[in-house]
Structure formats: C-alpha cells, structure tokens
C-alpha cells in the first residue's frame, strides 16, 4: 500500500506547506498549521465535464476555456440584474441595491448567483433569522402584507438540526404554510448538490458549512480541508447555475468565523449578526459585501415569534429610564451607514491603586478609552491615576466611532463628580489630544433623529452659530474643549 501523504494548511490565509513549522512564513501568524491528508483531486476543475464535479484540468485542454477580451468589446447593453428580495426591509438594507426611486424594494435583496456567509455567535438568531427570510422568500406575500406576482422557490439544508426540528420552528415563526419551501437534514456534498440539482431553488441555505463533507476526503467535517473543498464547489455550483447559496457560518471564541480566511475571500458577502444574547437587541452588518455597500446595518429585536425588525430606528439610551438623573450615563447618536442608533454610554469609577488602575470597556475601544482618560487628566483637571474606570455600551452595541469621545468622556467625568446631564441630553463630538473638540460627520441628521426620538438639549462642538444646523425642538449647546464640556456638566 502506498504511504498516505500529508500536508500542513495555515488556518488563517490558506497556504499550504509541506513540513510543520511554528510560524507561517506567508502569514506570519503563530501555532497556524494544522496537519492535513493530501488531496489528489485538489485541482480539479468543477466547470468542466457538463457540470460535474471532479474532472481533472488537465483532462481536456484547452476545451471550453474562455478568452481575453478587449474591455472595449464587452457587450454594455446587459439585462439590468433582478435581486430577490424577501420582504424584510432590514435584511434586504444588508445585502445592498439600488434606493433611488419608488421600485427600490424591487431591486434590493439576494442577487441571484451570489454566495453569501452569515456568522455569529451560538444562539444569536442566525437559523431564526435564515428560516423566516427562506418563508419570506418562498411566500407571495411580503412581510408588510402586501402582494406580489411571483414567489422563489427555496432548499433549506439542515446539517444539525432533523426536518421535523426545522418544521416546528417554521411553524413558531408562523413560515411553515408554503409549498415553495423545501427542508433537508443531510450533511453529504453530493447528495445536497444532487437535490438542488433536482429542484432547482431560486434560492439554498445551508445550516452549517461546518457540518458539511465530502465522503471522497478522508478528513473530518470541519476541518481545514473540507471546509476550503466543500465552500469551493459551492462557489462554482452558485456561479454555474445561478442558485444564491447562503451559509451559516461559526464563530470561534475570538469572534471570527471559524475556519481559513479564503472562505470570507471566497464568497460574495460576509454578514455578521452581532448583539448581546441576553439583550434583545440584534444587529446584521455586513464585513463584506461585492454586490453592495458595507456601511448599512439592519436592526432587529428577538422576540417570542422570531425576529422583528426595527425600521424605525432604535433608542437604548437614558430616555427607557424616565426622567431620573444617573450620573456616568451620556446618550450619543451613533451613525452606522445611513442609520443613527440613539445609545447610552454608561462609565464607572472605583478606587483603584496607583500604577494598577484598571480600564475597563465592553462595546467600546479599549485604546480610545485609555486616550480619553489621560486626556480628562492633562486638560480636565480629573485624577484618575488611582482609579478604575469601567465604560460600557448600553445594548451590546459597538460604538467604535471618534463621534462619541465626547459623550463618553461627560459620563466618566459624571462618575467622578457624582453629576448627571439631563435624560434629554445627548452628546456629540471627536475629543482630540488637546483637549479641543472637533466637529462630527452627518451633525445634521445626527440631531433631526435625537429630536424625533424626544431629546431636546445637545452638545455640540464650537463651529460657530453660522454653520451650526437650526432643528426644530433641539436646542444647541456650542462647546470647545473638555474644559468646558466638564464646567457645564458641574
């Protein structure tokens, strides 16, 4: 018998090498090689042989093989590109398309062909939220009750779960009354090609990519192998047949979807679904995105019949708490893409030893938290040397923007001096070095969302009265450096 030759595969950028060694050379990350069996078929072609899988490049030369065309000869007058939308206008702002007249609905949504990859923690509401877009999909009616003239015909792959599981949540979430959705718990490659093959959906989620294999490959479901094989052949099927593939994604302990970075570099779009389990606030953005921008977000709130989107905006700030005054709490309108999410940024400060203090964020950058601290110190006249300073995010939201330097600043300087701005009041802008504040992006619709939300006082930074924008019930309070902000909060 022939020895089993065998090959080490970096888990973080694909590269493959014959001997072990501690540090990748192409990579340079650490402890990144993983032993793995060679895999004779690894340079098979998927495209070739009428569209099956496995036939060797080097079997047909130079059949089928596309040529070089001059970029002027491409043809420019191609179909515009129908998306599927699924009715869920806040998935739909994700995966991207066009807004700019009344039939946007129309044009946002899955492009047909695509790959995409959504990850995020256990229990997070990644299944919940594929099933019910797979019965959005699949239904002739949207999620806002109104009708349309055609409907996408859905595979639902189940690799963990069984079809009577899948059954009784569609049916929790109020998707199981649709003929145009299929379910199958399979975890065999070839037995879910063939069945796409033989319904031929519009659209096929699988459920997870991590449980998928490929019975030809003697390594595990899971492993580095069968993960970069398995996602391959259904990058190609995507492309060959213009079935969108949607994957299920894990996450490992640090947050980053498991497996080799070439699966993110493979697909059309990465989505993650972020958010604190015990909150019911959720969030989907996307990491990636070829066929849109990168910059939208969708909000969600997790409830007992699935997911509920959250047009309207969403406000987890100190407004929930009535009028009574907290000190350590500041609300900032946060921007992610076109949306602002009114958030509470909450500090703390405790006795601590010098030389020792702690700093603590969750939600928040760690480094802008300790910048923000020496910039109280030299310039607002804070001792915190022998403090400990915790920040948080209110939600499990992550605020990462330099437009809330200020309003966290305010609250760690209310923790201090045990002072509290007003529930209506929110703040807004960048904190330099030296203490002065510098104007933020998008102030204007910023302050209109504030105002719709019910806020009626603002910190703004100092441009002057001129180019300060006039909203209607918000009322402007100029500031120029951290001196005064604290002043004002004193």
């Known amino acids: 018998m022939s020895k089993t030759r065998t090959i080490f595969v970096c888990t973080s950028c694909g590269s493959t ?38 036939t060797s490049i080097e079997s047909k030369p130079g059949v089928g093989a596309p040529a070089a065309t001059a970029i002027t000869e491409i043809m420019t007058n191609l179909v515009p590109m129908r998306r599927l939308p699924t009715g869920i206008a806040e998935f739909d702002r994700v995966l991207g398309g066009s807004d700019t007249d009344a039939a946007a609905l129309s044009n946002k949504g899955l492009v047909p062909g695509s790959v995409i990859l959504v990850g995020g923690e256990p229990g997070i509401g990644k299944s919940t939220l594929l099933l019910q877009a797979a019965g959005a999909w699949a239904s002739p009616v949207n999620m806002d009750s109104s009708k349309r ?33 299929f379910v ?26 991590q449980m998928i294999y490929k019975a030809d490959l003697e390594a595990s479901p899971g492993s580095v192998t069968q993960l970069r094989r398995c996602c391959a052949e259904l990058v190609y099927f995507a492309k060959a047949t213009g079935i969108a593939i949607v ?30 389990r015990y909150h019911s606030a959720r969030i989907v953005r996307a990491i990636k995105n ?33 009028n009574e005054h907290r000190p350590g709490a500041v609300a900032c309108p946060a921007m992610h893409g076109s949306r602002c999410v009114l958030v509470e940024l909450q500090a703390l400060t405790a006795t601590g ?11 928040l950058d760690t480094n802008r938290l300790a910048m923000l601290i020496a910039v109280l110190e030299q310039h607002g006249g804070l001792r915190l040397a022998d403090r400990d300073v915790f920040a948080s995010a209110v939600g499990g939201l992550k605020i990462i923007e330099p437009a809330s330097d200020l309003a966290l600043a305010l609250a760690i300087a209310g923790a201090h001096y045990k002072r509290s701005l007003s529930p209506t009041t929110i703040a807004i802008g960048e904190v330099g070095l030296g203490g002065e504040l510098r104007p933020a992006t998008q102030l204007e619709q910023r302050l209109r969302e504030s105002a719709r939300l019910g806020y009626t006082h603002s910190f703004v ?25 604290i002043e004002r909060l004193m």
């Open 17 to 54: 090498h014959h001997r072990w060694m501690g540090k990748c050379p192409d990579c340079n990350q650490w402890d990144s090689l993983e032993e793995s069996p060679f895999d004779k078929s690894a340079g098979t072609d998927p495209h070739r042989g009428g569209g099956g899988f496995g």
């Open 149 to 181: 003239d055609w409907t996408s015909k859905v595979l639902y792959v189940s690799s963990e779960e069984s079809a009577e599981q899948i059954q009784l949540r569609a049916a929790r979430l109020g998707v199981a009354n649709s003929d145009s959705l």
């Open 184 to 209: 199958l718990a399979d975890t065999n490659l070839a037995r879910i090609l063939e069945q796409a093959r033989k319904i031929k959906p519009d659209v096929c989620v699988i459920d997870s990519i």
């Open 247 to 276: 994957l299920v994604g894990h996450v490992t302990k640090e947050g980053t979807l498991a497996g080799p970075r070439m699966l993110e570099h493979m697909v059309d779009a990465v989505l993650y679904f972020e958010g604190d």
């Open 290 to 322: 070829r066929f849109g921008t990168t910059l939208e977000l969708g909000i969600f709130e997790m409830t007992g019949r699935g997911l509920q989107q959250l047009p309207g905006g969403m406000s987890v700030a100190a407004m929930q708490s009535g």
């Open 353 to 363: 030893f010098v030389g020792s203090a702690k700093r603590k964020s969750s939600g």
């Open 461 to 485: 930074p100092d441009m002057g009265s001129s180019k300060l924008p006039r909203i209607k019930g918000m009322e402007l309070i100029p500031i120029r450096n951290v001196s005064q902000a």
